[in-house]
């Protein structure tokens, strides 16, 4: 995900990016837990982001499940 999607990602509500990042579990559950890792990774160590860093970890880990669902090819 590019730098400016992930600033969108932080600069939006924190309703608003689960439900962008959340939409993205169902079509591609990789590239919706990498978001989620590069989403954290941009705001570790960031003061107020305390329920954005929880969305995100929740959405990877919804993504990982997903993951493991898959049949591997």
Same mark, same amino acid.
């Given at each position: 995900?590019?730098? !400016? !999607?992930?600033q969108a990602?932080? !600069?939006?509500?924190?309703?608003? $990016? &689960?439900i962008?990042?959340?939409?993205?579990?169902?079509?591609?559950?990789?590239?919706? +837990?990498?978001? $989620?890792? *590069?989403?954290?990774? @941009?705001?570790?160590? &960031?003061?107020?982001q305390?329920?954005? =860093? &929880?969305?995100?970890? +929740?959405? $990877? =880990?919804? @993504?990982? &499940? *997903?993951?493991?669902? *898959?049949?591997?090819?």
């Amino acid at each position: 995900m590019s730098p !400016n !999607n992930i600033q969108a990602l932080i !600069n939006t509500s924190v309703t608003d $990016a &689960k439900i962008s990042m959340e939409g993205g579990i169902e079509n591609d559950p990789a590239y919706a +837990a990498h978001t $989620a890792t *590069e989403l954290l990774r @941009a705001i570790q160590g &960031k003061e107020g982001q305390a329920s954005r =860093r &929880k969305m995100a970890a +929740a959405v $990877a =880990r919804k @993504a990982i &499940k *997903e993951l493991e669902k *898959e049949p591997l090819a």
